[in-house]
Nanobody, 126 residues
Framework: QVQLVESGGGLVQAGGSLRLSCAASGRSFSSYTMGWFRQAPGKAREFVAAISWGIGASTNYADSVKGRFTISRVNAKNTVYLQMNSLKPEDTAVYYC??????????????????WGQGTQVTVSS
């Protein structure tokens, strides 16, 4: 089983960019579908993006981030990334990395993933 550590959060102005990283320790990272979720104050944790395991990994995005965010992975580095462009104040949240072995990129619920990181704060100022 892998363990996950997110990094790359911070404060950015609206219209700016950030790249989040999620480093996985443990074995068999390439067999895990990876997801990014976010949770704003007072709101439920919501799906942002997912990337499947295997060669030619497929991706899936929430409508709210399509065209602005890109999820990618480098299995040789045991790392998944979330490139966030054209950030908006409503993107402000704690961003969490999640993993599910042999999962599918269509998994968009928190209960679909059984491994979570500790989260990284992203704040977008207007």
């Amino acid at each position: 089983q892998v363990q996950l550590v997110e990094s790359g959060g911070g404060l950015v102005q609206a219209g700016g960019s950030l790249r989040l990283s999620c480093a996985a320790s443990g074995r068999s990272f390439s067999s895990y579908t990876m997801g990014w979720f976010r949770q704003a104050p007072g709101k439920a944790r919501e799906f942002v993006a997912a990337i499947s395991w295997g060669i030619g990994a497929s991706t899936n995005y929430a409508d709210s981030v399509k065209g602005r965010f890109t999820i990618s992975r480098v299995n040789a580095k045991n790392t998944v990334y979330l490139q966030m462009n054209s950030l908006k104040p409503e993107d402000t949240a704690v961003y969490y990395c999640a993993a599910d072995r042999w999962g599918h990129e269509s998994q968009v619920t928190t209960t679909s993933y059984n491994i979570w990181g500790q989260g990284t704060q992203v704040t977008v100022s207007s």
